[in-house]
């Protein structure tokens, strides 16, 4: 195994680099920083919190059943489950969802989508499929058990540690300085979400065009709630989703509109006009927002996630990319990046798939 000579500089705590940083903490030292004063305060504090081994291009519904068998192992050190069954359900026209509805989720009848989510109305879509091993997951929890264990097993996590320079020394050692502090290390991990081109551009390593793309969601009140283990309902045309909440229905514009880096918030009008469509298409009769969050979600050009060394300058590891999937394949890509740090062989090789020297980007 491959023991660095310094720990491994992980930048980012969100749950991609919390998650990396869990898998290798005891194999080898690492430091954990992060920018805000606060774990998970960007992108992985503003999920649905949904895990749809449906959802996605291949390489990551592979990633997404291995970390369903991940998380599961971990809940044996919890008190209880943070999994929940919720099924996820596509409605849309025939071709949308027949599009859609391959491997982990078979075509239902209009009666047996109706039967599942009475509130919506049967006119309004003409087809719809259902992925019944999909989960909700408690994402607060699985952040803090990654937290604990990379404390547990001597690793340091450092917030408010904007990491804002990095230079080569002789010997081939990162110096890296981060909130007044510097830091050195052989191997540097990018999992800094949004930030993770600018974070690469520091380091001199050439950018991927990751771009960051508003998704907004709320919790609404409704006068005639879903079952509360109804299934999530999403429309394939990517126009909205919902799912029942203990405080009320969770929803989305489910929108992917590109912004900077940055402090994403939510604009009230655009929650506004959401409750007004699915009113139009559900009996759900929401009603007062009960709270609403925009989040920002991050994708190379062709969608897949961007992990690997980088091919041109050694020592600096792409961890970033992974868009609306970040929870999903958290612990599978955690899984696959360890090996690839520690020099062991991966469980499931997504290599080629993730590579950030693949084509396009
Ligand atoms: C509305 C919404 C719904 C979603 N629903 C789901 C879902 O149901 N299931 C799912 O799997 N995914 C979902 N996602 C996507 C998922 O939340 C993200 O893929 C995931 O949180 C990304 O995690 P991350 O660690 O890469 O990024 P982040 O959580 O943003 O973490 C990156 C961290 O890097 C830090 N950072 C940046 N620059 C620096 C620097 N220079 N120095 C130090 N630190 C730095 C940032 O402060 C930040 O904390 C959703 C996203 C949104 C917005």
Redesign the pocket.
Known sequence: MHKAKTPVLV???????LSLASRIAGDTGVIL????NE??????S??????IPSYGPPAVQDLTVRTLALIRELEADLPEPILVPRAFMLVGTEEDVRDRASGHMYPVTIAEAAALAPELGTGTFEAAGLDTTSVSCNTDILLDWHRARIESSGGRILTG????SASRTGDGLWTVT?GGESFTAEIVVN?????ADP?AALFGVRERGLQPYR???AIVEAGNPPAADGPMVASAEDTFYYRPDLEGVLI?PSEAVPSPAEDARHRPEDIAELISLVNSLTGLELGRTVRA??????EAADGLPVVGFDDAVPGFYWL?G????????SSGIAEFAAARLLGRDPVLDVSGALSPARTGL
């Open positions: 930048i980012g705590g969100g749950i991609a680099g920083l992060e920018a805000e774990l998970g305060y960007h992108t992985s503003r999920s649905a919190r949904q895990l540690r904007r990491v804002d981060a999992a800094a979400g949004a930030w974070v998704r907004t969601a989305s969050w925009t989040g920002l979600r991050t970033a992974q868009g609306g999937y970040g929870f999903q394949t």
